[in-house]
Nanobody
């Protein structure tokens, strides 16, 4: 059974930090590109950050560049999102996702696997 389980969300004040983790199982982790998406109340889901499976290419949406860092530990089958200098507009449910194709993953649909999400709330 494939599972992506996010953790690390919570309530934090503006300017604070959180580290999200997503533990994967049930598929060949090394062969998959990984990404973090978020969905704020009343808004569409957006891609936040992506990391390729092969050569470690990184991508970030402009609104988080310089503040968020994505990384992966293939030995632990885990992907991380370090979030610093958090802003109230970062408040959302954060989901991790996995797909063999980085391009497909970045498109945001027809993705192989999704986690159930973890809530991040940033207070002003």
């Amino acid at each position: 059974e494939v599972q992506l389980v996010e953790s690390g969300g919570g309530l934090v004040q503006a300017g604070g930090s959180l580290r999200l983790s997503c533990a994967a199982s049930g598929f060949t982790f090394d062969d998959y590109a990984l990404g973090w998406f978020r969905q704020a109340p009343g808004k569409e889901r957006e891609g936040v950050s992506f990391i390729s499976g092969s050569d470690g290419r990184l991508y970030y949406v402009d609104s988080v560049k310089g503040r968020f860092t994505i990384s992966r530990d293939n030995a632990k089958n885990t992907v991380y999102l370090q979030m610093n200098s958090l802003k109230p507009e970062d408040t959302a449910v954060y989901y991790c996702a996995a797909d063999p194709s980085l391009r497909q993953l970045m498109r945001g649909y027809d993705i192989d696997y999704w986690g159930k999400g973890t809530l991040v709330t940033v207070s002003s």
